[in-house]
């Protein structure tokens, strides 16, 4: 019978939750909205596509053009569950929801002490640390480096069917 290590990489909800969880630890005082935070967690999971960042938390993969997408959606769930168990609060304000750490967070996160919840929050420092330095730019410095991956990903794919199929580019 094959054993899962403990470092075993889910990406589900809990996951994802997890990595909310110690994003938000990193400044007790630090609130985000959940698009803000599908950035921080895209840019800690990828912190070796960008410059001066540690190794990338998770593989890097030859199609990661959806990512966001799905990512958005798991990072909610994750925070639903985390704000379930105490662990974040959603604030209601004037100009939207927003999550931050409670009082448990930082207990429950320092509990964790495996290799990827230790990379994890290096990476995380690492992430707010860039945000701090640079304010609103990392978020866009994470969707532009994503739409322009996405883009070249499509013109590959585009690439490789046309020449798949025999099409050239007189439309012959």
Known sequence: MKTIE???I???PLETGIRALCI?????????DLQQLVALDHLVVHTGDFNNGPESLHP??????????????LIEQGLMLMEYKGLVSKLSLPNGFFYKATDLTHAF???????YINNLKIRSEWAIKQLKMKENDVF???FKKVISDWSNEFELTNIINSKTIGVNNNGD
Do not use: C, P
């Open 6 to 8: 403990s470092d075993f």
């Open 10 to 12: 889910f990406n589900s």
């Open 24 to 32: 938000l630890s990193v400044d007790h005082y630090l609130i985000f």
């Open 60 to 73: 890097k993969t030859q199609s990661r053009a959806g990512e966001l997408i799905i990512r958005r959606n």
């Open 109 to 115: 996160i320092d509990s964790m002490t495996n290799s």
């Open 140 to 142: 866009k410095l994470v």
